[in-house]
């Protein structure tokens, strides 16, 4: 916290020097939410299930200023998700790293923009960048209750807000005059959907997460296959995931019997993201933890089983068509001791959740 601090003094005698002589940040009164930029700069550099939640405020700022250049700064981690994208004019890439931060700055510089709309990125690096590229306007997403020390150099940024995370971003780009009343997530990258074969059932299982107590436990998903499998001969189990889950892939698999193996197919590691897309698309469910392959299913109206420990989902969760989804969320009571809290939750639960959703499509 004490390195943060010292980062944002710094930057903040930075701009004191470098705007009066070379920067283009106007004093925030003179802001004019019925102004029509033409040039216009969004950051979002962070994380997928991030970029989820920010494509409703993107499609908000779009229906704004649908004739504006728009720039998107994204991270490299998700450049296969925006790079195709109808919404931006251009996409540049940056992974936060402050030896990159001129080196993009003047890059954007050249689009000229007028307003950057900091939707989550990096503090104070993505103010730095945005005051580099000669916008006159910064607007931010704070993520926190209180200033975080850059306020001198935003003309709105949001305040303390108890909402789902989509709302509190459509609630920032609402000061800009956009209509905010689409709260849905949309996904930025194209793909060719599978025709779907009504004859199966297939259920997805994404069994990673960024953290290992956001994971219900690989026995779980096996007893919940073992259950699947046998109560509906048309049921399949479908495996996703990055590299980072062929451990669990392989303990997953090696505890299922011939049968049991011939009717699970795992496309961990083995898709691109429109590939990726495709398949989760084509799930009947998809039991997940807190990741970001959840969002991608809810933006494409795919059932899910959502389970969900130390988060909340009435922050992050699935935030459109309710009846699509069914949240599991421990109390901090109900967590079983080790570091896999959501191991309290049964086979059975997740079993009952699948047939209340699948029942629907019957």
Sequence with gaps: MANKRWKITLSNNILKWYNPLFGQLKPKESFDPKRIYTSIVIYSTTALGDLMFNTPAIRAIKKRYPHAFITLVSSVKN???????????EV?????????????????????PQLAILLHSKLPYDVLSAAIAGCEYVIRDNYAPKPMGMELWLADYSKAFTGHLIERKLKLVSVLGCDTSDTSMFVPAPFTPIKKDFSRKIIGFQMGASEPHRCWPVARYVELAKKLLTSDHHCEIALIGTSLELQLEQAFMSKLNDEEKSRTISYVNKTNLPQLLAQIDNFDVLVTGDTGPMHLAVALKTKTVCLFATAEPKFTGPFQDEDLHCIIKLRPEEFAPGGQPLASVSADKVFSCIEALTAMSE
């Design 79 to 89: 450049k296969s998700m925006v790079e195709k994208c109808e919404y931006f004019s």
């Design 92 to 112: 540049i890439y940056w992974d936060q790293k402050v030896k990159d931060l001129f080196q993009i700055s003047w890059k954007v510089r050249k689009q000229r």
